[in-house]
């Protein structure tokens, strides 16, 4: 029944096509100019923080006291501030905690809320009655103070600020996890599955998280922009991390005494942060289209 | 196990299904016995319960809502609906197994498909990665599709290939009974007699029992040993299919021949039943056809009456049917 020739065909496509899911979403990204702008522009930017120690040979700490508020020239890209410290340099290794903090905090509420999200919507229930009433208490409170509460009960330090970056951004993520999973739950590969005698467990991890992932994808890409502004924020209003350490809320903050006569101390962290949140955005945007199923070509 | 027992015994089956604070009555005390080997067709209009019937067998109905009220469900003399879920899982898929109606949804989109048989096989065999995915793609090949596609993904195969894939999965295990619910009603017409004939085949080959969900007769009499036909929840006639396909006699299965388009009579209007089945909500008091029954009698909408024997190994629940109308 099979003929030769389509027997050809399938091999070859076979090869080519076997990445399918994950190849197929790239290469749409791919084609979008926006989020490849936005990409490649984060991209950059990690290149840089990460490669901070081997760009700049001054330190983000030490005081210089015959150079301060110099205005940007060759050896100080960005000029230096109150300390005489260089700005370029605070911003690369300020640029490694807003990243690192922003990943980090976002990848545990990805994993808090998308267990969370799933359990409750797959098993619905008194259980998802219960911890969605829970999660709409802490939704009803806006984001940023909730963060400022919770930063200002645990202390100040690395640790308790992610800690409360990503406790506040949990109840999004669950709740669009657990959307997606009841959409999910309701399909006839989830029968099939019990049918060939998965047990709960199996279902939940192999066959509904792979299937409800796509829009929690674009929520944790476009999460960390936001949670790298939130950041900004925390350490502007004094609760985030501690001078000396660099970190870009925490420059701005420092910079605004002098927003009048050296504006250029608070331009350069504010375009470092507008540019992370804007590559982010428009990748997570361009992840968002090209995760779309009825986009499929 | 006693010598004579039947393979699959179900007997006075009641399921009930609660929907927001409601009782819907699926399935009303249905009872019918299998032997190896052999085909039952379950024949009824949408919502008759027919699926509702399959799903209890291999007890994957919606949890909270779906219940067994009443009955039990023998298979080689073991009441399935005694096991334990954990007894049960190692039943599903490996003893008894289903294939579901829409090939286009009942495979995991994420999944590959070698992967998804592979999936059932390591489940009840214990075997490695790579026999596991060895005997998927030799399953693959038995329903005609070439074993290099098995690291492709569900949206790269036809919907005919699908629904291959589904019953190569389904038969991966060697069961001793196969649930289809309605498993060509998704194809277009040479896919389906394709796939049927497929399914026969490999049926007869592993000497397998199956239980085959239709509402098409012309399926029923080319696949079937044995007929039941349900209606509102109820076995209304049962039996030998021949027996039933040459006498008819319940009102209702009279009707659905009627309803088949006959190319040896000149062109006609198809004979339909009035009326549309009982609301499951509230069932009527007698005989639940009795309000579309063209042969009704007064006595029809305040009693219930048995299957009784009126031939060979031919049932039917009309307490009129035998004395003719």
Known sequence: ?297 | MSGNEKFLKVDNLVVEYTSGGEIVHAVNGVSFSLERGETLGLVGETGAGKTTIAKSILRILPDPQGKVRNGSIRLDGVDLLELSEREMQGIRGNRVSMVFQDPMTSLNPVMKVGEQIAEVIRKHNKKMERPAIQKAIEMLELVGIPGSRAMEYPHQFSGGMKQRVVIAMALACKPDLILADEPTSALDVTIQAQVLEMITELKIKQNTSMILITHDLGVVGNVCDKVAVIYAGEVLEYGDKLEIFLNPSHPYTVGLFGAIPDLSVKSRRLTNIEGLPPDPFNLPVGCCFSPRCKNVREDCFKRKFPLQQIGEKHYCSCGYAPLGF
């Open chain 1, 1 to 297: 029944m099979i003929s030769i020739r389509t027997r050809f065909r399938t091999k070859k496509e076979g090869r080519e096509k076997s990445e399918s899911t994950l190849h197929a979403t790239f290469m749409r990204l791919c084609r979008n100019p926006t989020a490849v702008f936005g990409g490649i522009v984060f991209i950059i930017l990690a290149l840089l923080v990460i490669l901070a120690p081997w760009l700049t040979p001054y330190d983000y700490a030490a005081y210089d006291t015959k150079n301060l508020f110099q205005p940007p020239s060759p050896a100080h890209w960005c000029g230096t501030d109150q300390f005489g410290r260089d700005i370029l340099t605070r911003l690369l290794y300020g640029g490694r905690y807003s990243m690192s903090m922003g990943f980090i905090a976002v990848g545990f509420a990805a994993i808090g809320g998308v267990s969370l999200g799933s359990i409750c919507g797959y098993i619905g229930g008194r259980l998802d009655d219960i911890v969605m009433r829970f999660l709409d208490i802490f939704q009803a409170i806006p984001g940023i103070l909730l963060t400022i509460c919770m930063a200002a009960a645990l202390g100040n330090g690395f640790d308790k600020v992610i800690i409360a970056l990503s406790l506040t951004r949990i109840p999004s993520i669950a709740r669009l996890m657990r959307g997606s999973v009841m959409k999910i739950r309701g399909m006839e590969y989830l029968e099939a599955a019990e049918a060939i005698g998965c047990s709960k467990a199996r279902r939940i991890i192999k066959y509904v998280i792979p299937n409800s992932m796509a829009p929690v994808i674009v929520e944790v890409t476009m999460g960390i922009a936001s949670t790298v502004l939130q950041l900004a924020t925390l350490s502007y209003i004094g609760l985030g991390v501690q001078p000396p350490t660099p970190e870009w809320g925490a420059m701005l903050s420092d910079a605004k005494r002098y927003i009048l006569i050296k504006p250029y101390m608070i331009m350069f962290p504010g375009i470092f942060i507008a540019l992370t949140v804007l590559s982010l955005n428009f990748l997570g945007d361009g992840l968002r289209d090209a995760l779309d199923p009825k986009l499929k070509d």
